[in-house]
């Protein structure tokens, strides 16, 4: 019941409490633990786990929503090995300097950052840098950050410790102070389950639109009829696409979002929408 206080090897102060996956709960640390280290310092980071599309949609609409919490700015990690991977590069080749595969792979970071923007938060690009990353395709990100208007910094902690991240923390401690943002809950709790579902969709994922199973419509429709239905939606979404096949790579166009079953967490306070093949049991061996 209590968050942990643990400390980095450079005894900076870090609340653990609670780990749910972002690709099927709300993928944040608890509100406890964030209202307590917002007490304790001017400045508080907190995780939202898996990207923009999954950890920072439901750290705003869902966590915020709930316990009133009005976060000023967002920094959003890239790598130059997921955007090539992204780019149509096979995992073993990932080491290997590949520009125009990292080039075409950044339209995946263009996405994300596109929505922190509809989220109401000025963000920063944090380039966590590997070993095996040419300057030239750091320089790459850097430049393509540049041409779709958002900061970005080149984050060393990994290796440098502390002194990797000034530059980073001199920039996000400059938006918060000078330019803040606040939550933009881009639909109301009050709406219908179905245009939830499809206002996720369409603006975050980037999908043509959603069709539902019979399954679904069903446990809809008793949702609505229990008055159920006036709370945030938690979609159970594949973490390795933007859509609900993790094969489809980069930021996929044409396709519509498959919702199999819709749930309620009536505890936690909101619907989990089951969407693809995605399981509520993650981790779990294939066989």
Same mark, same amino acid.
Request: proline share 6%; glycine share 8%.
């Given at each position: 019941?209590?968050?942990?206080?643990?400390?980095?090897?450079?005894?900076?102060?870090?609340?653990?409490?609670?780990?749910?996956?972002?690709?099927?709960?709300?993928?944040?640390?608890?509100?406890? #633990? *964030?209202?307590? &280290? +917002? $007490?304790?310092?001017?400045? =508080?980071?907190?995780?939202?786990?898996?990207?923009?599309?999954?950890? !920072?949609?439901?750290?705003?609409?869902?966590?915020?929503?709930?316990?009133?919490?009005?976060?000023?700015?967002?920094?959003?990690? #890239? *790598?130059?090995? &997921? +955007? $090539?991977?992204?780019?149509? =590069?096979?995992?073993?080749?990932?080491?290997?300097?590949?520009?125009? !595969?990292?080039?075409?792979?950044?339209?995946?970071?263009?996405?994300?950052?596109?929505?922190?923007?509809?989220?109401?938060?000025?963000?920063?690009?944090?380039?966590?840098?590997?070993?095996?990353?040419?300057?030239?395709?750091?320089?790459?990100?850097?430049?393509?950050?540049?041409?779709?208007?958002?900061?970005?910094?080149?984050?060393?902690?990994?290796?440098?410790?502390?002194?990797?991240?000034?530059?980073?923390?001199?920039?996000?401690?400059?938006?918060?102070?000078?330019?803040?943002?606040?939550?933009?809950?881009?639909?109301?709790?009050?709406?219908?389950?179905?245009?939830?579902?499809?206002?996720?969709?369409?603006?975050?994922?980037?999908?043509?639109?959603?069709?539902?199973?019979?399954?679904?419509?069903?446990?809809?429709?008793?949702?609505?009829?229990?008055?159920?239905?006036?709370?945030?939606?938690?979609?159970?979404?594949?973490?390795?696409?933007?859509?609900?096949?993790?094969?489809?790579?980069?930021?996929?166009?044409?396709?519509?979002?498959?919702?199999?079953?819709?749930?309620?967490?009536?505890?936690?306070?909101?619907?989990?929408?089951?969407?693809?093949?995605?399981?509520?049991?993650?981790?779990?061996?294939?066989?």
């Amino acid at each position: 019941l209590k968050p942990n206080l643990v400390q980095t090897c450079e005894h900076t102060p870090v609340f653990v409490h609670c780990g749910p996956f972002g690709n099927i709960a709300h993928g944040s640390n608890s509100v406890r #633990a *964030t209202r307590l &280290a +917002l $007490k304790l310092a001017p400045y =508080v980071l907190t995780e939202a786990g898996f990207a923009a599309d999954l950890g !920072a949609e439901k750290f705003v609409n869902i966590k915020c929503r709930q316990a009133g919490l009005k976060p000023n700015g967002a920094v959003l990690v #890239a *790598t130059v090995r &997921a +955007l $090539k991977y992204h780019g149509g =590069v096979d995992k073993d080749n990932l080491k290997k300097e590949n520009i125009e !595969a990292l080039k075409n792979g950044c339209d995946n970071l263009r996405v994300h950052a596109e929505n922190i923007g509809k989220f109401g938060l000025p963000l920063v690009v944090a380039i966590n840098r590997f070993p095996t990353d040419s300057p030239s395709e750091l320089e790459m990100i850097k430049q393509f950050c540049e041409e779709i208007g958002v900061e970005s910094s080149l984050s060393e902690v990994v290796s440098r410790g502390g002194d990797g991240g000034i530059d980073l923390a001199k920039k996000i401690k400059r938006i918060v102070d000078e330019n803040p943002g606040s939550p933009n809950f881009y639909y109301n709790n009050t709406d219908p389950i179905k245009n939830k579902i499809e206002t996720v969709a369409r603006e975050i994922y980037r999908a043509d639109g959603v069709d539902f199973t019979e399954e679904a419509e069903r446990s809809i429709n008793l949702l609505e009829e229990n008055k159920l239905d006036k709370l945030p939606i938690c979609m159970a979404k594949t973490q390795s696409s933007l859509s609900d096949d993790p094969k489809k790579i980069n930021a996929p166009k044409g396709w519509r979002l498959k919702v199999r079953d819709v749930k309620v967490s009536n505890g936690a306070g909101f619907i989990v929408a089951l969407t693809g093949k995605m399981m509520l049991m993650p981790g779990m061996p294939k066989q």
